[in-house]
């Protein structure tokens, strides 16, 4: 029944069109199993990020001051006595930093899980800056008494298990050691320092200084919580992505590594300089900035890219297939072509398994060889000629190379793929320009 509808070359044409939609199901089986394996990278990197630290965001300490304020108020008694009786409320006022420097100095490293591997770091990080002196009067002013005894400083840091040292800070003349514990504000979470301040210096901006040691996985990123943070990262890691609310205002990649530099004013996020507890302080995570030490290629998104152009590659090479049937009057049959469909779709699945274990340039190049090696030997002896064979494996070999220039070439890739596919419709249609289809159609064969 199946050889019948091949008769014609209609018929056969639209056979190998089908074929090559068929072809969808054990492509689309490749990509799901490329799915999971991703999913697994992903969970390796999770779990690895559990034991060393995950990605860490940090920022200047934040001022936390107690203000009471006193209502009076008054009542009677009877027709001839008043009383006055006083009540008090606290608030727990936050006051951002007026100028804060963020010095950041990350040594990367490559931690394996399994198979699996994931960029971490650790990352020496000293932060000082001040208040100033008109946002520290500023809590006073609204007729509320500062608790300047029972202020302290919350320092945001988003992993405390990757807290390898940190220092004592010093707000103006007192040091103080940070406390356990962790406390969220809005949607960010610190960690506290007891930080009384001398009214008599409150007429004046009040330094602070601190350092400390983060252990992170793969993303470094700071937060501007100061009217003008600024920040310097430098690293030896060769391939930093930036990212975030802000891109540096100045940076350098090269062999040696990167150093990056960004300054943010006040007015250029998304939150007040202060605020009350009672009051949200907005998304304070949303205007972090910062640096992902990302992997030179990532494996699997190669594969999902190379799975995407893979109907392309069947369809051209069943083309190539029916073309030397055509030109040379041979006949092919349809399971020949399901065999060739299923060796093009095996190479998807052995381009993963090796790439998980070799890299993925390397693991293309053998599972590109074989496939070609394979289906060349076949059409040899399919056509019952070594030299069609040989013919066949080098146009394939042909078509991955091209089909590796579209995996890698991230900015070009549509060019190239476009330029390809209208070459390949070209030469089709050159080569078949004398063809008679209606003589193939009726012709005995």
Known sequence: MVARAFQG???????????????????????????????????????????????????????????????????????????????????????????????????????????????????????????????????????????????????????????????????????????????AIGDVTTIGAAAPIDPASIGTAVPFSLSLTLAGTERFAALPLARDTRVHATSPWPNPGFDGAFLPAAHRVDGSGFEAKWQVLEVNRRFAQRWSGHESPGALAGSAFGITLTQPADTYQQNVRAGKYGVLFIALTFVAFFLFEVLRRLRVHPVQYLLIGLALCTFYVVLLALSEQIGFAPAYAVAAAAVALIVGGYSGAVFATRRAGAALGALLALIYALLYGLVVSEDY?????????????????????????????????
């Open 413 to 445: 890739a549509l060019l190239m793929g476009s330029l390809a596919l209208l070459g390949a419709v070209a030469a089709l249609m050159y080569l078949t320009r004398r063809v008679d289809w209606y003589a193939l159609s009726t012709a005995p064969r």
């Open 9 to 183: 070359s209609t018929t056969k044409v639209l056979g190998i069109a089908l074929l090559a939609l068929l072809m969808l199901i054990p492509l689309a089986q490749v990509d799901g199993l490329v799915a999971e394996r991703a999913g697994r990278a992903r969970e390796a990197s999770e779990t690895i990020a559990q034991r060393w630290g995950a990605a860490q965001l940090i920022g200047p300490p934040m001022l936390v001051v107690p203000v009471v304020h006193e209502q009076v108020s008054e009542r009677w008694i009877d027709a001839k006595h008043r009383v006055s009786e006083t009540s008090r409320t606290e608030t727990r006022e936050y006051l951002l930093a007026g100028r804060a420097a963020i010095e950041a100095k990350l040594a990367p490293d490559v931690r394996s899980y399994g198979i699996y591997e994931s960029v971490v770091y650790l990352a020496d990080v000293a932060i000082e800056g001040n208040f100033d002196a008109a946002d520290l009067a500023s809590l006073a002013a609204d007729g509320g008494i500062p608790q300047w005894d029972r202020a302290e400083l919350r320092l945001p840091v988003a992993d405390v298990r990757g807290i390898r040292r940190l220092s004592a800070v010093r707000l103006g003349g007192h040091e103080s050691a940070f406390a356990a514990g962790t406390e």
